[in-house]
Nanobody, 123 residues
Framework: QVRLVESGGGLVQAENSLRLSCEAS????????VAWFRQAPGKEREFVAR???????YYSDSVLGRFAISRDNANNKVYLQMSRLAPEDTAVYYC?????????????????WGQGTQVTVSS
C-alpha cells in the first residue's frame, strides 16, 4: 500500500514563496506519476500540477509560470515550489499519485492520496 505524506504548508504573505513536499512510502515514487491538487473553502478540489515518471510536467492555467513541480526519486519525494503567492492560492494542498499519468487531472480518479497540508496566503 502506498502512503503519501505532505509537508511544508503554512502561513505566508502575498508575493512570497513556499515549497511543499510529498513523500511516498510503500512503493518507489519512480513507479508513479504524481500530482498536486488543492481545495479552497467552499470550492471543489482542483488540479494544480502533475509530473510524469519521465519528469514531464503540466500545470493549470492559474499557476503556470508561478509554480514548479519536480521529483526526487532518490528520496522518494515530489516537490511543489510556489512563488508569487496570492490570497486566492489559499487552500488545502493534496498530493496524489497513480501509475497512469492521465488519471491525474480534474475528474480523474488517482489511486493514492495524501491527507493534505494547509497553505494560507495573507494579503
Amino acid at each position: 500500500q502506498v502512503r503519501l505524506v505532505e509537508s511544508g504548508g503554512g502561513l505566508v504573505q502575498a508575493e512570497n514563496s513556499l515549497r511543499l513536499s510529498c513523500e511516498a512510502s510503500g512503493r518507489p515514487i519512480s513507479d508513479l506519476a504524481v500530482a498536486w491538487f488543492r481545495q479552497a473553502p467552499g470550492k471543489e478540489r482542483e488540479f494544480v500540477a502533475r509530473v510524469g515518471k519521465t519528469a514531464i510536467t503540466y500545470y493549470s492555467d492559474s499557476v503556470l509560470g508561478r509554480f514548479a513541480i519536480s521529483r526526487d526519486n532518490a528520496n522518494n519525494k515530489v516537490y511543489l515550489q510556489m512563488s508569487r503567492l496570492a490570497p486566492e492560492d489559499t487552500a488545502v494542498y493534496y498530493c496524489a499519485a497513480d501509475r497512469a499519468y492521465a488519471s491525474l487531472r480534474d475528474g480523474g480518479n488517482p489511486q493514492y492520496w495524501g491527507q493534505g497540508t494547509q497553505v494560507t496566503v495573507s494579503s
